[in-house]
């Protein structure tokens, strides 16, 4: 699957748990947030200062701006972040639940920083299923999602 029907397919499906995804359409996604968030960075370290570097209150109008900008797309690609972790989970046989027991690991600090880890390494290495399983056809054979 290409990085272009991989955000369609991503983007489309932002709010639906069930199913399937495949690896391509989590690291097509993941590749597309990494790059956002390498350019607000280096956009906010090259035009958001005032010169001395990325420190407490050396921010300009529009790094301040950007900041905002980048809080507001974080939020918003929370949700559809779950969304294709759990039909990730799904692909590779597991349960959706996982993303919950990662979550609540997020919050003791060592054990969370190498779940975190653990739980992006599971998803970008691990192989789906083949053919169908309890959540669904397999994604690389049966692939007909239909875009309006």
């Not at 300009?60 to 797309?73: A, E, T």
Request: no cysteine; charged share 10%; aromatic share 16%.
């Amino acid at each position: 699957m290409g990085p272009i029907l991989a955000l369609k397919l991503h983007f489309t499906r932002a709010f639906d748990v069930t199913g399937r995804s495949r690896r391509s359409e989590f690291i097509w996604a993941t590749l597309f947030y990494g790059l956002i968030l390498a350019l607000v960075v280096f956009l906010i370290g090259t035009v958001g200062t005032h010169g001395q570097g990325i420190e407490t209150g050396t921010l300009n109008l529009f790094g301040k701006v950007l900041i905002g900008v980048f809080g507001v797309l974080w939020i918003g690609s929370v949700v559809p972040w779950i969304t294709l972790s759990i039909r990730r989970f799904h692909d590779m046989g597991q349960t959706g639940w996982l993303v919950a027991l990662f979550f609540g690991l997020y919050f003791i600090p060592i054990i969370g920083l190498l779940g975190a880890i653990g739980q992006f390494l599971w998803l970008f290495f691990g192989s789906g299923a083949a053919g169908t399983n309890a959540y669904g056809q397999d994604p690389r054979h049966e692939f007909r999602y239909e875009f309006n």
